[in-house]
Every structure is written in structure tokens, then in C-alpha cells.
């Protein structure tokens, strides 16, 4: 489960850097659900919109983790968005079925 999380975290960064998040969106199952807590966006459902979400708003920095537990069936993280060196943003929760990706849950706070 953590090497999922791993290659989440680092396919996302490089999406932010290449704009290229193909490799990212690959980690999700078909059905996949994201879900953003904090900014009034989403949640976005299936595959293909959640690509359309990262076509049309694109996020604009890369995120560093603070700490992940395992907490059930799912990874949760605290994060920073790396232009604030540290200052903790927020959580992601992933909750995985068969080495993907079915449901991610974003927070900030």
C-alpha cells in the first residue's frame, strides 16, 4: 500500500513539473472517486473526469509528505505544497483496491 502511495506522490510531482499526468491518473481504477475537503471543487468520479479535472485546473506546485499512517484500509498523509518549505497543508487519504487507486480523499486546511 505505501508504494502506491509513493508512486502517487512522485508520478503527481512530475505531472506538476512536465504537465504530463498520464502516468498518475493510470494508478486510478476505472471508478475511481476524488474528493477535495476545504476549496469548493469536485468530487469527481471515474477515470476519465478526474483526468479532465487535471486537464482543465491543473495544479501549479508539488507536494512534499510530512508523515503517512496506515489508518484500515487506507494511507493517510499530512502534505505541504512545496512552495510553503514545510508548512503542513493538509491530508490525502487513499484508499486502495487491487494496486490502484479507487478513492482519494484531499483535504486542506
Known amino acids: 500500500m505505501r508504494d502506491l502511495f509513493d508512486r502517487h506522490v512522485e508520478r503527481f510531482n512530475s505531472g506538476v513539473r512536465t504537465g504530463d499526468f498520464g502516468p498518475m491518473l493510470e494508478q486510478f481504477t476505472a471508478d475511481a472517486e476524488l474528493h477535495f475537503e476545504g476549496v469548493p471543487v469536485g468530487p469527481f468520479v ?64
Not at 84 to 107: K, Q, Y
Request: charged residues 30%; proline residues 6%.
Open 46 to 109: 471515474g477515470r476519465s473526469v478526474i483526468a479532465e479535472a487535471y486537464a482543465q485546473n491543473p495544479p501549479d506546485d508539488e507536494i512534499d509528505v510530512l508523515d503517512v499512517e496506515v489508518d484500515g484500509n487506507s494511507l493517510v498523509a499530512h502534505y505541504a505544497w512545496r512552495k510553503d518549505e514545510g508548512r503542513p497543508a493538509g491530508r490525502m487519504i487513499i484508499t486502495p483496491r487491487a494496486d490502484r487507486i479507487a478513492r482519494l480523499i484531499v483535504t486542506f486546511d
